[in-house]
């Protein structure tokens, strides 16, 4: 498994994202690999039916909570969120492993280094899995239909 593997596996993912989002999630996917960390993106740009799925899982629909935000109230709705997977290697293949370990905190400090904002670091719902880039737009706004700025990354 190489660097290239890891990012062509997530483009399907990153597509829908906002530009600047996806190319700090493909950055942080090679910084990651250079640490012989392995992350897949498991979750990009969601649609608000697809979030409001999300959120009856647990409450009115079988499964574990594993959101608190409804369509609309995601930065994952606006192209402007995307979540990963700390990965083992296995004979080629990756398999995830969900235990939060020092691999997930290295990357959450990789991300926050990219600039982007870390859902581990929050304080009532810990999101380890969780990053987002808002150029300082709130949910509202977007909702009210502001949009990011088309802008090209600040190389490191």
Request: with cysteine.
């Amino acid at each position: 498994m190489n660097a290239a593997d890891l990012l062509k596996r997530a483009e399907k993912k990153l597509s829908g994202l906002h530009p600047v989002v996806a190319e700090k999630a493909q950055k942080l996917i090679k910084e990651a690999y250079l640490e012989e960390i392995y992350i897949i993106i498991t979750q990009g740009l969601r649609t608000i039916e697809e979030q409001n799925r999300l959120y009856a899982q647990g409450r009115t629909k079988p499964g574990k909570i594993v959101t608190n935000a409804r369509g609309g109230y995601s930065y994952h709705n606006f192209g402007l969120a995307f979540d990963f997977c700390v990965c083992d290697v296995v004979k080629g293949s990756l398999v995830p492993n969900w235990k939060v370990d020092r691999r997930w905190l290295r990357v959450g400090q990789i991300g926050k280094s990219l600039g982007l904002e870390w859902g581990g670091d929050w304080k009532s719902f810990k999101d380890y899995p969780h990053f987002q880039y808002t150029f300082g737009l709130s949910l509202a706004q977007l909702r009210s239909g502001r949009k990011p700025p088309i802008v090209s990354v600040t190389k490191r």
